[in-house]
């Protein structure tokens, strides 16, 4: 067998066996099988470039290629439906529906998954194309992402239209979501709310790589085609089952309201137990003839409705609070709660916030709470029910002194929040640091994560960020679970991170209120650590965005000797300890603006163009609003932000006119 026999084998078997796992729930083969498998294909395709195929099963794990988003028009608009939330106004549906049928129907019921919107093209059975909703006539191209979705299959199984078009959901499972929000709640990066933000976020990401790892499912409910195998909504879903889309066993078809409203009933159970958010039923008239005599309104299918479950709330016990650390030394109540369903998953700790929070509910040991979650992964305590013929357990207060290693906490003026001072001395801290230097922002240490961070200081081998680069191979192998091959990953990143521009090295350091956009800024006021450290409070007043509380932070953390000792050792190592000079044009044209980036540019990159409206002084906004200076437009500008830009009368700018504007302004 020759390499492209062997290729085209190992793709086929692949496809199978994605098959078999994701969608039938029946596998074959163990993980370690299918990864060798993939690995194989992997290494082919690179000896064979001549093999190349955008659809091969190895397209699954992502690509760190940047990707822009241009615009796709739908053949068929993407219209959202009407909303109900009781089954008074499922009557009037089906009411409506009667009388303008004249005739019997049936109707589709399917759970409503929380997920993005997704329309999938297949020529000739293999995924041409992806595109989200968008604003229903437009949508974001969103292949590469789209590919790496292994409950999406890149080529068809049997029978399949020449042409054909899946509508669907894309979604977060919430065993993928709780493992996203445990790294970032880790790294104390901000939390998704719930999967349908998650969701949302991961598919318009740049890197498709990150996407493949977040773990992402899709189920399919819609199929568009000239040759459609029947008239039935349902069958034509049971046929698109056995092309290898994900549709869900939740479907069936009812025939009268009684059998409506027991669907409704049984699901809004036995949702809970299902591995993904659902938020209620879609309910579809199941004759395509029928939809079609139906007809649209302005916004919705008349054929079609949506009937919305309540938020779920449940009542539970308060067993005890614990306080956390952060890693900037945040103190944080959590409620420990007797285990309690709630959106497919036990529920056993929700946030308190923060001293005000818990004294507003007045809350004590044993007082039975209410607990809601309503698509929210972060449970919240709603209210207390207080039973005045039951004796209430000691009333719960807030810490004085830091749970991990008894310092006495502190409150900055204006905050709500309480801090642990010993930020030398406390090991959450000091672990919290480490895990945020090493994250993609900071110095981007692949291979290292919260749970490697963890081994490393137990073992004693890290006990601040300069002992990273005094790691050996040896040393790490030396770790339990932890192979050669993945150790020498962690070393070679751990070399590139010595790449890293200083601003990101700045933000690494993590001094305590100091973010991304204010390192930035500061980097580039002051070119080098040595001016920060020597920086008097009037000199970084000056800087955009630093007050007085981020003043008296950056001089504090550089009177510590322990600071300024790991910093010597990072320079020694190589780390940039100043800025380098910038190949993008420099000046002032831009101060005080607020620029909306849109679009697919020609010259350069949107990163690129955000660097250079730093570079000359202005500010990047993701929103358009009446502080908008203006907006930096390409190709396929998003039509919501043209519309936008039109209403508040903000002009819209070509990449060329920028170009010129803040070349003319350095010249």
């Excluded at 960020?465 to 679970?481: G, P, Q």
């Excluded at 540019?601 to 200076?629: A, P, Q, V, W």
Aim: aromatic share 8%.
């Amino acid at each position: 067998m020759n390499a492209r026999e062997m290729i085209a084998s190992l793709r086929e078997e692949l496809n199978r066996h994605n098959y078999n796992y994701y969608i039938k729930n029946a596998p074959e083969i163990s993980d370690q099988e299918y990864d060798a498998m993939m690995a194989r294909l992997i290494e082919l395709e690179r000896a064979h470039p001549e093999c190349a195929d955008p659809n091969s099963p190895s397209v699954r794990v992502g690509s760190d290629l940047t990707n822009e988003f241009r615009h796709v028009a739908h053949t068929v608009p993407m219209l959202s439906l009407g909303n109900t939330y009781s089954k008074d106004e499922v009557a009037e549906f089906y009411g409506r529906v009667a009388r303008a049928l004249g005739t019997d129907f049936e109707i589709c019921c399917e759970t409503k998954f929380d997920g993005i919107s997704i329309s999938l093209l297949y020529i000739d059975g293999e995924l041409a194309q992806a595109v989200t909703r968008g604003d229903g006539t437009t949508g974001d191209d969103v292949t590469a992402n789209v590919r790496t979705i292994r409950s999406i299959p890149l080529k068809l199984r049997g029978d399949y239209p020449p042409r054909l078009e899946m509508r669907g959901e894309i979604l977060m499972p919430w065993s993928s979501f709780e493992r996203l929000n445990r790294e970032r709640e880790a790294n104390e990066e901000p939390l998704f709310a719930n999967p349908r933000n998650a969701t949302a976020g991961t598919v318009k990401l740049q890197n498709s790589s990150v996407v493949a790892r977040r773990g992402l499912d899709a189920y399919l409910y819609y199929m568009l085609s000239d040759t459609l195998p029947t008239d039935s909504h349902y069958d034509n879903l049971r046929f698109a089952k056995s092309l290898g889309f994900k549709i869900s066993d939740a479907i069936t078809r009812c025939r009268t309201l009684d059998e409506i409203y027991a669907y409704i009933d049984h699901w809004d159970t036995e949702r809970k137990n299902l591995p993904v958010a659902t938020d209620g039923i879609v309910l579809k008239v199941d004759s395509l003839a029928q939809q079609r005599a139906l007809g649209f309104n302005a916004k919705s299918p008349r054929w079609a409705i949506a009937y919305k479950f309540q938020a779920e709330r449940e009542l539970t016990r308060l067993e005890s609070v614990s306080f956390q650390v952060g890693r900037t030394g945040v103190v944080t109540p959590v409620a420990n709660l007797a285990p309690v369903q709630l959106s497919g998953t036990v529920v056993r700790r929700a946030t308190l916030h923060n001293e005000d929070f818990v004294n507003s509910l007045d809350l004590h040991v044993g007082d039975m709470v209410y607990v809601e979650k309503g698509g929210e992964i972060i449970p919240k305590i709603t209210g207390v029910e207080i039973d005045a013929s039951k004796v209430r357990g000691d009333k719960v207060q807030f810490v004085k002194t830091c749970p991990e290693c008894h310092a006495a906490l502190v409150k900055y003026e204006g905050e709500s929040a309480y801090y642990c001072p010993n930020d030398t001395g406390c090991p959450p801290q000091i672990k919290g640091r480490i895990i945020h230097f090493i994250t993609r922002k900071a110095m981007d240490i692949d291979g290292l994560g919260p749970e490697t961070v963890e081994l490393l200081y137990n073992r004693g081998l890290v006990s601040d960020v300069a002992d990273l680069y005094d790691l050996s191979l040896e040393r790490i192998v030396s770790i339990e679970r932890m192979g050669e091959r993945t150790a020498k990953k962690i070393m070679r990143s751990i070399e590139q991170s010595k790449d890293v521009p200083f601003s990101r090295v700045l933000f690494a350091l993590g001094i305590r209120f100091v973010g991304e956009t204010t390192a930035k800024r500061i980097a580039k006021a002051m070119h080098s650590i040595d001016n920060i450290m020597t920086a008097s409070t009037a000199e970084l007043l000056a800087i955009g965005d630093v007050g007085e509380k981020i003043a008296e932070s950056i001089q504090l953390f550089f009177k510590e000797e322990r600071n300024l000792a790991i910093i010597a050792r990072l320079r020694e190592h190589g780390i940039k300890m100043e800025e380098e000079a910038s190949q993008s044009p420099q000046g002032d044209k831009l101060k005080g603006k607020s620029i909306v980036i849109s679009g697919v540019f020609k010259h350069h990159s949107r990163e690129e163009y955000k660097k250079m409206i730093e570079d000359n002084g202005g500010t990047c906004s993701s929103s358009l609003s009446g502080k908008t200076s203006f907006l930096l437009g390409g190709d396929n500008i998003g039509p919501q932000k043209r519309v936008k830009a039109q209403q508040l009368n903000i002009e819209i700018m070509n990449e060329d006119d920028f170009l010129s504007l803040i070349n003319e302004d350095n010249d």
